[in-house]
């Protein structure tokens, strides 16, 4: 199986969209409770490249899955600092696509002289048929470690959710820390 990994484009919204849709509506894999139009969508896309990658998974030329980064905190200090989203196609789950896109994704990052990524993760209180653990087993398998966990800060589906914050640093520090670079930057001076 051929995986081609690249940057989202504005024609690929649909596509992420569908994806994201089936999450949202059967899943507690995000708290979201109503699906973004495709307008909405286009525009957090379009907000998430001026500073973050945004990459999908291509299978035969289908989006199989992706994956971004975004702000960790709105404050200055925390530049270094990123936040990550990922979703897979239920078609194509459990095939290393996920593995494969954090990979790029913090390849990424680094570049950008981000140093701690941190994954926010919807954690069951007791799994059930909208969440499971499998999520936290993932990204403790690719090396990222509990740091916090928010106790039933969350609803839907009429049942409570924990939030689980993991964390990975994928970086060096120094004093000065090195400047942040925007993913936009980084493509055009490629």
């Known amino acids: 199986m051929d995986i081609e990994i690249r940057v989202a484009r504005e024609e690929d919204v649909k596509e992420l969209l569908n994806i994201y849709a089936y999450?949202?509506?059967?899943?507690?894999?995000?708290?979201?409770?109503?699906?973004?139009?495709?307008e909405e969508f286009t525009g957090r896309i379009?907000?998430?490249?001026?500073?973050?990658?945004?990459?999908?998974?291509?299978?035969?030329?289908?989006?199989a899955g992706y994956i971004?980064?975004?702000?960790?905190?709105?404050?200055?200090?925390?530049?270094w600092s990123a936040s990550t989203s990922v979703y897979i196609d239920k078609k194509y789950r459990r095939m290393?696509?996920?593995?494969?896109l954090y990979e790029e994704l913090e390849s990424i990052l680094a570049k950008q002289n981000i140093i701690n990524v941190y994954?926010?993760?919807?954690?069951?209180?007791?799994?059930?048929?909208?969440?499971?653990?499998n999520s936290e087993y993932f990204h403790e398998s690719i090396g990222y470690k509990m740091v916090a966990k928010?106790?039933?800060?969350?609803?839907?589906?009429?049942?409570?959710?924990?939030?689980?914050?993991?964390?990975?640093?994928?970086?060096?520090r120094s004093c000065p820390p090195k400047e942040f670079v925007p993913f936009k930057k980084l493509i055009d001076e490629r």
């Open 68 to 79: 971004y980064a975004g702000r960790f905190r709105t404050r200055a200090s925390y530049a």
């Open 23 to 38: 999450y949202v509506a059967n899943t507690a894999i995000t708290f979201e409770h109503e699906v973004p139009t495709i």
């Open 119 to 133: 994954a926010g993760i919807a954690s069951p209180v007791q799994e059930d048929e909208y969440l499971t653990r």
């Open 150 to 172: 928010y106790h039933e800060c969350a609803s839907k589906f009429g049942k409570w959710y924990d939030l689980i914050e993991m964390e990975k640093i994928i970086g060096e």
């Open 96 to 100: 290393g696509i996920g593995k494969m």
């Open 46 to 63: 379009k907000e998430t490249l001026k500073q973050y990658p945004y990459l999908v998974a291509l299978i035969d030329g289908k989006i």
